[in-house]
Nanobody, 119 residues
Framework: QVQLVESGGGLVQPGGSLRLSCQAS????????MGWYRQAPGKERDLVAV??????IYGDSVKGRFTISRDNAKNTVYLQMNSLKPEDTAVYYC??????????????WGQGTQVTVSS
């Protein structure tokens, strides 16, 4: 069994910052892809940022404001969000590709954490 647990969401004023964390636990052999997605009410789930072993990839709307990073020793991915805007309001989900054995790999999602940007 593998679980992804997110933390760090909340209410912040426009221009403020938040840092999200997502830690994987359970029977983990290795983790490849780590990423963050978000879903606003009435909209589809969109890519925010992803990181593998190479350079991170960001959605156009967050470039220059958000930074994704990972700590492989802690099986954790972070999302530092600066200069937040009301349009960043959404439920944020982490996603990871996890090998539970050398030959079995699956994608796992976190439960989601609410980020609200409002004055």
């Amino acid at each position: 069994q593998v679980q992804l647990v997110e933390s760090g969401g909340g209410l912040v004023q426009p221009g403020g910052s938040l840092r999200l964390s997502c830690q994987a636990s359970g029977s983990i052999f290795s983790i490849g892809f780590m990423g963050w997605y978000r879903q606003a009410p009435g909209k589809e789930r969109d890519l925010v940022a992803v990181i593998t072993s190479g350079s991170p990839i960001y959605g156009d709307s967050v470039k220059g404001r958000f930074t994704i990073s990972r700590d492989n020793a802690k099986n954790t991915v972070y999302l530092q969000m600066n200069s937040l805007k009301p349009e960043d309001t959404a439920v944020y989900y982490c996603k990871m590709s996890i090998r539970t054995t050398p030959s079995i790999v699956q994608f796992y999602w976190g439960q989601g954490t609410q980020v609200t940007v409002s004055s």
